[in-house]
């Protein structure tokens, strides 16, 4: 349960549509690129909806049993402990998958039958088949940029999903967070949220992905503790984007130009 | 048990092919694209029928032994649970195995006894052969368009089996369906279907798989629930087809030309 | 144990083959392709010959230690439960192991002290040497059109078998078994069979395997139970067969000449 | 233990070169093809010696576990039990490893200890070094036809091994052998001989590996109850040999040469 | 906890940066190739910083629960004992995962929401959800040249830290730490130094990674016990570096130069 | 603890060089071919240092937990039962893992700490931190000629140890070797050495391996049982070396050249 509204800025229809998606009980999926705020959009809608929010991280080696739940042998008896997936559906939270093409093939199977219209969930090893609570919310996100052949969700998955495009907030806005966040001025904000622009434009040169907002923030934040600016942005914001001395170069000078 | 008659549109002899199939205690595969209604119709023959239906959707993951039971440690003891294909077998139900493929190659071995004269289920980890109830049926289904050379139905399961084929049901029929679940008027149902049909033809231009009639009924139900006819579209039909940029923008310019 | 005769029409001199290699206590293997009869046969011989049969459905998941038996605790105690390989041997059954090359190759080893003169099966984990019972034979099946590199029967498992050869029946025999199997007049029987044998010659152009004999039945039950002919043919011998669209207008084309 | 003399017909120093290794402690490899007596040999000279035998059929899922032995639960506590090469190794037995390069690798490294001067087993789950009993010996068997770059015996595993050369035995030796244990006259023994020797030229034109004298045995074993000769060559020669037709075509064809 | 202070020569703002990013709990990466002092580093800030150091050597089968905790069966019962990253968060000691990019894909993602600025670790097999002591911090390592398209940190990983550089130490410095921690006089120190850097210069003919400052002072350490400066040279300097016969010589060649 | 001197001839300065690691408790890499002495080198410095040796064959299949130990089930318990490298580490042993690079990657990440300045052991699982023993010392050994990209030695693993090279002994040295372990006269051995040479420079035409110092004492310990010494050496080198029947052909020429 979120206590404190979660400091989020809207940049379009996005919670009108998660809120008529919760109403008709439809699951959402969330596609965007890293540190672009996706989490955080839920964790603003689960206060605003009023719903508890249990968030998993899905890899490689999540089992479908992680979600559901397992047996413990506890007291010499063995006792049956609800998973985070089970727990939301019986309490009616939002239960947020986040990066849901890591997880093993069985966990996106095991929510089909809580995404059509029967909205149940069948705990096989406990013989139970729990229908979700009318609250119960399932969203997904995921990273178009990552997906390989290997990794791809399935069309029998997708299509059991609403779907939700989230990209880095405009300049004006990005720069209010940095500034809010990282605790620097708007002025310095402004130039790291120039740095990232340009830093993004690198992209098609070769970097895998763009700097995410939250390295702005933990850029400004070093700054605000008296960082020195370029430094700072190359400890934060350059190392951490790729491990290529070529790009690396091109990123110093990108920095070099604004601090 | 299915208690209230699942809403279902026969679009063919399928509804009297397969009760042919099950007096005559012959199992059914049934093939077809996702979300053109293959669980729908099982459902609705379980209710006909009047057997209980048991369904288990397969993935990679799935064992033998998550089929046929296991044993548990309870209050000290070990205890037989039946698993669904068991407690199918035994109580006379209709055991639907949905995308049949996915399952490892134990499982489709393990329905074979059942698929024949025999009619037997072995239980090796317990010393049973059970006779299955006369009232047992076995359905599984699958998606042609996904099979590959490492996802195949080997012949001597594929000759086990009569065959359904499923498609999107016609215009007209899909309009109704559309209206009556999603909550919107005819005439929004039917520019809806239309854009399905258009996007479907898309599909040799690259997209795996056209919308379902499910994603149709989403859209309508965001639509009666006030969000924008074009923005639900794009929600709920074009973002969950594709991550291509490309098709996004050919898919937008269809939703455009109809809302 | 089998208690009544099981239908069997012989086409040559396989059961004479086969019950002189049991007097010689020699192990068999049927090779052919899928729904020929192998199955049937071997029901026929055990009834014949008076033996329990215990039939394995070989798979990629059948270890060793499903064959031979596993420690189970119960009631605190471990106690030691046999496998259905271990089993027969103690008893004097046969053991009927199908599509053995499916299995994992620790299954295929372990049967090799029961197929030398030795006749004992060693289970290490109990620490005992069982010698067979001397009524005990082990029985084998698979269809060579399934062999692949990888997939094979290595010479030192082949050369302790002898062999026979199965292969669908003769026209004027397989009617006899469609019409009594399938409820069906013999006319009827011999269009269904006069089909497979079209259906057969197709595979040259691109089908894994004919029609089994088993699908001509479930044809001819469909009909017995007033199912249009051609309606019944697309059902359990075309649509079971392949998922190649071209490959059903073919054999749309055949059915629609014959019915 | 051997309490009878197994029939061995030897064709060479093979004998004597077995005992002087037995004498000097050293590990010995047989090398040859399937079915040409390898297995008759150590028996023979485990009864020679007045040796136990105790014999492992190595696979690709045989652990190291497997031969060392295991903690079991028994009656509320573990207890140790020795596998079978600990038990050859503490009561001074001859331990054979049948096919040893089909074995995990773990299994291969385990009998290094064994098999130079220090003649220990370091049964590491137990805290046990067991220094071998001093007429214990070690002897491996494999198929160099067999050997594939990923199973091949490593040189620091082979170094370890004096080595032992067998192939099928001379024509007159091998009719001997057949008419002994096939129950034939010696005029029929020697036409299956004749025929065994054209089946291995075949060898070059396709054949993996020649007919074993076992299946000679098993062919003539068929003729003394009464099967017809030819057939019982096809029977117990040609099938097991192989699944290619052309194949079978010669094969028969040599067939109807002799019978 | 470290009790005395570890030797540790600066070479720039490094530890600046590290204790800004302390105070801004903020997470961080070292990045450098192998024995370059990246350990030294983080043992001497957690001495500074006065925080307990809980360091994890990554491997590829370093599992979540290995860093989480699992439950024990304790004198019959289930006892939950915390793994090194629970424990760490619990106490606000420092946490350093070296080689981060050995670790399973499940690890790199159990650590994403201590990374942002929630803080909490989910200990899923335990329902509970730790919130990390305001003086937690957590420290990853790699070497950028190891780096394959398999083993890659992912950028949703990546955009959790800021980054660190280290390299060698400069020529100089070097020198001080090799004969401080090699107990040989400053002479002796800077030849090795020079050697290390032609070693390193070979690299780009072919040597996978140039000399660390750690096999220096081993070096040091076998010259001050006696041994022959250009033997010692070789054993601790050319021979770990490579298999290669020729660059084994061209190193020798180096050696003999100097010594 | 090893009782008596070890038969071992130094061949340089290894012995000093030994020491020196031991005294400066730097970790050891023993390079060098099959069968040259390592083992035996290992055995008489531990014999020399008065230190119990603890000697691991590593493979495929050896698990980190196999080196560090395990939780065990006894009388109702769980006991902790310290692995090989706890034991050596805890009592100040010699720890020899031999043929490192054939075991799992979390082996060789496991020695890690053990191995720079603060040589001390992690066991996650006990929660226990141990630090070495003063005498204790950790050697390595592998074989150059094995490595392949997939079994390889980390850089990071390679540069916490010194290294030392091994090879085959001198001719005079190892006619020494051979006529004293083998029980033959010096002349004998001469000739076993020359065959030695000669099949040593086959290895460039194909031989993966040079024959062992251990397989000419194979052959003499035949010869000195009496077994003629061209059939010794076809025997105990010429079959182990390989399966390959050209290279048998040129081997058994060398070997008629000289007996």
Known sequence: MIENEPYYLSSGDEANLFQAAWEAKLPVMLKGPTGCGKTRFV???????????????????????????RYLLMHEETVWVDGPLTRAARMG?????????????????????????????????????????????????????????????????????????????????????????????????????????????????????????RLLIYAAQLISRGIDPAQACRTAICLPLTDDDRLQATLADLVEDLF
Chains 1, 2, 3, 4, 5, 6 share one sequence.
């Open 93 to 213: 939270a939002i239960c947020y998958l986040d990066e849901i093409v890591e997880a093993r093939k069985d966990t996106t199977v095991v929510i089909h039958p809580l995404t059509d219209d029967r909205r149940m969930l069948s705990i096989d090893k406990k013989g139970e088949t729990l229908r979700a609570h009318p609250d119960f919310m399932l969203v997904i996100s995921f990273n178009p940029g990552y997906q390989s052949v290997l990794k791809d969700l399935k069309q029998s998955t997708r299509q059991r999903f609403v779907g939700l495009q989230f990209d880095y907030p405009p300049a004006a806005q990005e720069a209010r967070i940095v500034a809010e966040e990282g605790g620097v001025s708007v002025s310095v904000a402004e130039r790291l949220v120039t740095l990232a622009g340009r830093v993004r434009n690198v992209r098609e040169q070769g970097l895998t992905e763009g700097a995410s907002t």
């Open 43 to 69: 964790q603003h809608m689960a206060w605003r909806l009023g719903r508890p929010l249990i968030t998993v991280a899905c890899h490689e080696d999540l089992f479908a049993s992680d979600l559901l739940g």
